[in-house]
Structures are given as structure tokens and as C-alpha cells.
């Protein structure tokens, strides 16, 4: 994966995670708790995405 296209995911899953965090029920909960749910889905996001590299995996049309 070149340089521009791991940045491009990077901001991609930052941006995912700020929609799914701008609900109202994650706006009332507290800081605390919306770094840690945001940390923990940041983890798996970020594992699959290793998974899916290291196993070679390539989707192709």
C-alpha cells in the first residue's frame, strides 16, 4: 500500500469514528467513557486491517 493511500485510511477511520461518536447518547455520555469505546473501536478497526494485509487478502473486479 503506497504512502497516500495509508493516510487516506487513517483519515477515513478517524472520520468513521467521529460519525458514529456525534449521536446524542455518545454526546451525553461522559469523556471518559467515549475515549475508551473510541480506542476500542479504533483497535479493531485497525487489527482487521492488519489481518487483512498480512494475509495477503486482495479484493479484485
Known amino acids: ?4 493511500g495509508l493516510i487516506v ?3 477515513s477511520v478517524i472520520g ?3 460519525l458514529a461518536t456525534s449521536h446524542s447518547r455518545f454526546r451525553s455520555m461522559p469523556r471518559a467513557t467515549t475515549i475508551k469505546l473510541a480506542l476500542i473501536w479504533a483497535a479493531i ?4 486491517v492488519l489481518i487483512i494485509q498480512i494475509s495477503g487478502f486482495q479484493i479484485r473486479q
Open 9 to 11: 485510511g487513517i483519515l
Open 1 to 4: 500500500m503506497s504512502q497516500a
Open 16 to 18: 468513521a469514528l467521529v
Open 45 to 48: 478497526i485497525i487489527g482487521l
